[in-house]
């Protein structure tokens, strides 16, 4: 039997996916981890494996640190202190951590470079030093938009630069209190090969800095691209390197900006902030409720208002629907905008099969939120159903009535988590009155009539609009 064709791949190339990092012994058209066609691409030879079969056995390292038990470690390492932006340190569970690193990640234009400009510039007003790193614009470039949001500060220092050398550099000289690296994917090191951005560049350089971080007890605050689908570009273990991930979502058309958690090591990873973006810079929301509620006078049909739970927060959010007639020969078209489509068409479904006089056939349907807010909750079933139908009965909610509960296909209306603090929020704002599902231990907020009803029939008729015929089955 010939070694030949062995020895030729015991001495050859690795391969890996550019995209998600897989290894692979040879090319191939397809990755078989993220299933990318053309993604895989020649790397680095393979490592010798340690305490291979006729290598010498790996030697026997002094460990840097006696182990203790777990009562006597100090906590005072993992103290957090806050950034100077409120929105920011609720989802950071307070703010950030000596020696974490934080990864921001969103699309382009969204804001990330803005928000994380004040971060410093708060940090720096505050008496810390901060070295800002950006290897995407000038050195001017950053200072024009300091100057246009005001964050201009004597201890915030500004680098231009992309290789990975020179930031460890830079932090040598400058011993700041924070780095911020704008942005990951554009930093490289000469001593690892491919371009910056690539996987094996994206991996190496992430592991040195959150070295870095651990070595000196740095906050470190990286800035991340996004692919067209959304999802962080670069390995899936550089999710798993990083102590916190953040997205950073936002509609370029809208103000609205929402900071949400991916995952936290020092905290809740589900909490979300709420920003304004404006010429002027970027600003926290405290009380965002305000910007997702149009009006609640009750006067225009299609307007249903409800209360979302966004991570820990509950936010009131408006639900519009708009019902037209077609022509006899013109397709009926369902337009969804910031709300999960399938839900959508379910909803039309149930209200057409268990309701009476609801047809939606040759009618066009419009549904959307007010404010860029994005709903997939099923808590937001119910406002859908009663925007849609009041719609298209041509007949608006009464005045100030927030809603709540998820549709089932036999119409039946069930309760949703966290339905106590929905309603707080509700009669914190005002709100005179509410329509639940019916539920044990539901308690009413002081000014809040709550009305508690079974099935959309029942909600149809507490709302003004008509039900039809009851729930079968």
């Known amino acids: 039997m ?108 969204v804001g990330k470079s803005t928000l994380l400009l004040e971060v410093a510039a708060q940090r720096a007003r505050g008496g810390g030093t901060v ?32 290789d990975l050398e020179e930031v460890a550099a ?52 990286l800035i991340g691209h996004v692919t067209k689908e959304g999802a962080i570009a670069g390995p899936r273990t550089l999710e798993h390197l990083v102590d916190v991930v953040l997205s950073f979502e936002g509609d370029r058309h809208s103000t609205l900006r929402m900071v949400r958690g991916l995952k936290n ?52 959010a408006e639900v519009q629907g708009l019902v037209s007639r077609v022509g006899s020969d013109a397709p009926a078209r369902r337009t969804v905008s910031d709300l999960d489509a399938n839900r959508v068409l379910k909803i039309l479904a149930v209200l057409q099969q268990r309701c009476d006089g609801f047809s939606f056939g040759q009618h066009d349907v419009f549904a959307a939120t007010v404010g860029g807010m994005k709903l997939r909750e099923p808590a937001a079933d119910l406002a859908i159903a009663l925007a849609v139908a009041s719609s298209l009965r041509d007949t608006p909610l009464p005045y100030g009535v927030v809603v709540l509960g998820e549709v089932g296909l036999t119409g039946e209306l069930r309760r949703v988590p966290a339905t106590d603090r929905r309603l707080a929020e ?6 005179p009155r509410a329509i639940v599902p019916f539920g044990p231990g539901t308690t009413a907020p002081k000014g809040l009539d709550l009305v508690e009803v079974d099935d959309l029939r029942g909600a149809l008729e507490a709302a003004g609009i008509g039900g039809g015929k009851r729930v079968r089955g």
């Not at 902030?273 to 509620?293: A, R, Y």
Request: aromatic residues 4%; negative net charge; charged residues 20%.
């Open 2 to 109: 010939s070694t030949k064709g062995t020895a030729k791949a015991r001495g050859g190339r690795a391969f890996e996916c550019t995209a998600c990092g897989q290894p692979a012994a040879k090319w191939v058209g397809r990755c078989p981890g993220c299933g990318g066609w053309g993604t895989v691409e020649e790397g680095l030879p393979p490592a010798a494996a340690v305490g291979a079969p006729g290598g010498a056995p790996p030697a026997t390292a002094r460990p840097a640190s006696p182990v203790r038990p777990i009562g006597e470690v100090g906590l005072e390492t993992v103290v957090s202190r806050p950034t100077g932006v409120g929105e920011l340190d609720r989802v950071l569970g307070g703010g950030l951590v000596p020696g974490a690193v934080v990864l921001l990640a969103g699309e382009p234009g």
């Open 131 to 162: 070295l800002y790193v950006t290897g995407e614009e000038s050195a001017g470039q950053v200072r024009l938009r300091a100057e246009r949001t005001g964050a201009v500060a004597p201890h915030l220092f500004l680098s231009a630069t992309a």
């Open 170 to 221: 830079h932090v040598e000289a400058v011993d700041p209190g924070l780095l911020v690296v704008d942005s990951l994917q554009t930093v490289g090191s000469p001593d690892v090969e491919g371009t910056p951005g690539g996987v094996s560049q994206v991996r190496a350089v992430t592991s040195a800095l959150v070295a870095l971080a651990k070595q000196r007890d740095l906050p470190v605050v």
């Open 265 to 316: 090591r020092f905290g809740p990873s589900d909490e979300v902030g709420c920003f304004e973006m404006f010429d002027g810079g970027i600003h926290e929301v405290t009380d965002p409720s305000g910007l997702f509620v149009g009006t609640m006078t009750g006067t225009v049909p299609g307007q249903a208002v409800t209360v979302v739970m966004e991570g820990k927060r509950p936010l009131m």
């Open 426 to 431: 509700a009669a914190r704002l005002g709100v």
